[in-house]
């Protein structure tokens, strides 16, 4: 009996071949790695995992596709049900390096990949499927119409390759929008969770209104003073900084 996507879980399963080869090509798995598939669907990507590597671990919170996933007894296959954005990911790591691939459900990519992101160090890379909207903003750079906050936190951390484009017929049911494959690798000199944690809250600040400018964005807690003194125009807007000028934003709220 064939599944019936679900809305409420952002369900689109690839189903082009070639695709589903390019991207197992890009991940490479191997063998004794902690290679982790959020989102496992139907098994496109999952089988052809398997193949490459002896252990597989996916995360799915559909238990339709796990009592499927089950019945095919797949050796060397861990399911775990649940919600993937309710994973403590450092926690999950246990002091693993995790691969992490997915065709991730577009109601979720976004703040999965924030989530993520706090856990970057116990993380070797991730490669996902995104809507191409969003890997827009990953990759996006300063003067880019898609640059903002999510720009900014993932760049402080990750360096971010978009990989290949993906049409909506590569899909059943077909999407209404172009999605995308990017590859996120931590930078060796990635911020600490104390940072990452001071960016996240200075760019929700900075971003919470685009069209204000820094001075009335931090107003009661910057000063015109503060912010000149340390280089930074007050009648800039955030979308004008680049990653380092956040980061003198991030120690000026953390003195």
């Known amino acids: 009996m064939k599944h019936q996507a679900r809305k409420r879980f952002g369900q689109n399963f690839l ?11 890009c991940v490479a798995p191997q063998a004794g790695q902690a290679l982790v598939e959020i989102g496992p669907g139907l098994g496109a990507i999952t089988l052809p995992l398997l193949e490459q590597t002896n252990a597989l671990e996916v995360v799915e919170i559909d238990r ?16 775990h049900s649940t919600d993937a954005l309710s994973i403590d990911w450092g926690e999950f790591a ?5 691969r992490i691939v997915g065709n991730l459900p577009y109601n979720i990519g976004t703040p999965l990949l924030i989530k993520l992101l706090e856990s970057h160090q116990h993380i070797q890379d991730i490669h996902v499927m995104l809507q191409k ?3 827009d903003r990953l990759i996006a750079t300063v003067g880019n119409r898609s640059y903002g906050r999510l720009s900014v936190l993932m760049q402080s951390c990750f360096d971010i390759d978009a990989l290949m484009s993906v049409p ?3 899909f059943d049911p077909a999407p209404k929008v172009q999605s995308a494959v990017v590859k996120l690798t931590p930078k060796k000199d990635a911020l600490d969770v104390q940072r990452t944690t001071a960016l996240s809250q200075v760019t929700r600040i900075a971003f919470a209104n685009k069209r204000k400018t820094l001075r009335n964005n931090f107003k009661n807690k910057l000063t015109e003073q503060q912010l000149e003194a340390n280089g930074i125009n007050p009648q800039a807007r955030a979308e004008t900084l680049d990653l380092a000028q956040f980061l003198v934003l991030s120690n000026l709220l953390s003195l």
Do not use: F, H, N, S
Not at 94 to 98: A, E, H, N, V
């Open 15 to 25: 189903q082009d071949a070639q695709l589903i080869e390019r991207i197992v090509q």
């Open 64 to 79: 339709d596709l796990i009592a499927k996933l089950e019945r095919r007894e797949l050796q060397g296959l861990t399911i």
């Open 94 to 98: 246990k002091g693993r390096q995790l």
């Open 133 to 135: 909207e969003v890997v």
């Open 168 to 170: 909506p017929e590569a």
